[in-house]
Structures are given as C-alpha cells and as structure tokens.
C-alpha cells in the first residue's frame, strides 16, 4: 500500500489511520491558533479504540 500523502489533505481521522503505519508520525495543525503537533500514529489508533 502506498503510504505518500500530498503535503495537505484534510481526511477523517479513521480513514488516515487506516492508510498508515504504525511507525509513523503525522502533524496535526490548530485551526484556531498557530499551534502544530506530532502526533504518533500509534497513539491516534490507542485513541480510536475508546470511540464508540
């Protein structure tokens, strides 16, 4: 599976997760301040496992 995204994509979170691998990490941009942060994959998937 081809993991290369383009530089901006706006995706649900679900979907990016699914097209990713567990080593990777990816930024996640504030639309409400200058503020970006690594997020690690791994974390995010740990995440989803408590959405109902």
Known sequence: MDERLPDH???RVPDLLDRLS???ELVF???SAP?????????LRVSRAGWA
């Open 9 to 11: 994509v706006m995706m």
């Open 22 to 24: 567990e080593d990777r």
């Open 29 to 31: 941009l504030s639309s």
């Open 35 to 43: 503020v970006a942060q690594l997020v690690p994959v791994s974390e």
